[in-house]
């Protein structure tokens, strides 16, 4: 498992749950029902893609630290 960073732009997110729904390992809601990052090794790097690119608001970011890659969103 690489090492991750995931990232949500709190001020894209329209707390729409996705995402820690489906890694409820990773993400939390806070109290404005927004999405946080708090354990961002909480499940596997396809888990955490996966839930980047089902959230409706792109707000999340990944990036693989080891090869300095951007997973999601996929560079053009
Ligand atoms: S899926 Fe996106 S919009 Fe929905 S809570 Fe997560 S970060 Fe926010």
Not at 8 to 33: K, M, T
Not at 51 to 76: H, M, N, W, Y
């Amino acid at each position: 498992m690489a090492k991750l960073t995931v990232t949500v732009n709190q001020g894209r997110c329209i707390a729409s749950g996705d995402c820690a729904e489906l890694a409820p390992g990773v993400f939390q809601l806070d109290a404005d029902g927004k999405s946080e990052v708090y354990n961002p090794a909480g499940a596997s790097d396809q888990l955490i893609v996966a839930a980047a690119r089902a959230c409706p608001a792109k707000a999340i970011t990944v990036i693989d630290e080891d090869s300095g890659t951007q997973l999601f969103p996929v560079k053009k």
